[in-house]
């Protein structure tokens, strides 16, 4: 994190709040908050100078409100809606919280509200919320699960982050591409 000073705070913030895509992660934007915070005296007073509500200056100061594990999701952009940071919050107990984040990271639903359905009750395991949410999936859709190592897992959202793109897509295009590859030999060989 860069350190902070008015200026690079509301640089930060004037930067992220008003585009689709962030060029900042929400742990970032809401330490900046937080820093304004404290220079300005208040949320209120944050809100006028930045233009924004104060209920939307409240829901990026929640990502800090989370455990550190899960703020390092957020801040390495393996969390990127600021919505999860509330669907965790309601959980209320960190180690809740620490066990949808991993499952929301490692399973397919981009819904929050999904994985935490499945974690509210001690008795579903992330292993088990990814069997539920790939089940509740509609039909005619196909999915594959693949088991990754770390340091091939860690490349992929590593060159997905630099082609600004999911992985998962990244991991599709990778299939789709190497399909298109097959068909054209296997036409020339008939």
Do not use: C
């Not at 929400?26 to 209120?44: P, R």
Request: hydrophobic letters at 45%; glycine letters at 2%; charged letters at 35%.
């Amino acid at each position: 994190m860069r350190i902070l000073d008015e200026n690079t705070a509301l640089a930060i913030v004037f930067t992220n709040i008003r585009r689709k895509k962030r060029s900042d992660d929400l742990v970032t934007i809401a330490k900046s908050f937080e820093y304004l915070m404290k220079l300005y005296g208040s949320q209120n007073a944050v809100a006028k100078k930045v233009g924004l509500s104060t209920e939307m200056i409240r829901q990026f100061l929640a990502v800090l409100k989370l455990p550190k594990e899960v703020q390092e999701m957020f801040s390495s952009r393996h969390i990127d809606y600021l919505d999860m940071a509330k669907e965790l919050l309601a959980l209320k107990e960190p180690q809740k919280q620490i066990i949808a984040a991993r499952a929301f990271v490692h399973s397919l639903s981009e819904d929050a509200r999904d994985i935490k359905r499945l974690v509210k009750t001690e008795s579903v395991s992330v292993k088990d919320a990814k069997k539920m949410i790939l089940e509740a999936k509609p039909k005619g859709l196909h999915i594959f699960l693949m088991d990754f190592d770390d340091e091939m897992y860690k490349a992929i959202v590593g060159y997905a982050r630099t082609i600004k793109v999911k992985p998962a897509e990244l991991v599709r295009k990778i299939v789709t591409d190497w399909f298109k590859h097959k068909k054209k030999m296997y036409n020339k060989r008939g």
